[in-house]
């Protein structure tokens, strides 16, 4: 039921609460004194269709730059040759381990101000 539950406190379009909320749900009155259900969102998506870009904007970038290499740097992979695939397969693995893990990212990665 979480899962596939949405959150009625949003404004435009109603975001699944799995991809927005931190917290569980509360329920609030709007302006026009409407109960509805909100809840202290997370930083990864605000509204279930963006991602926050002070959080995970530079890890996603990374993570699309790095599958993009997979496929354009070097020789083009075949898609008739299954050694191709394989080997495209392994560097999207390392891209989305490196890049889209919840591991913390390499301090060397990270350019200091």
Sequence with gaps: DFLLKRLSAATYWYPSTAMVCAKRTYKRLNEQNEELEDCI???????GAHWCVETVGSRYSASVACL???VHNGKGPSTNNVQDIEMVRRCEQVCNERFMSILPVDKEWVRSQ
């Design 41 to 47: 969102r997370n930083r990864i998506s605000r509204d």
């Design 68 to 70: 993009l290499g997979c």
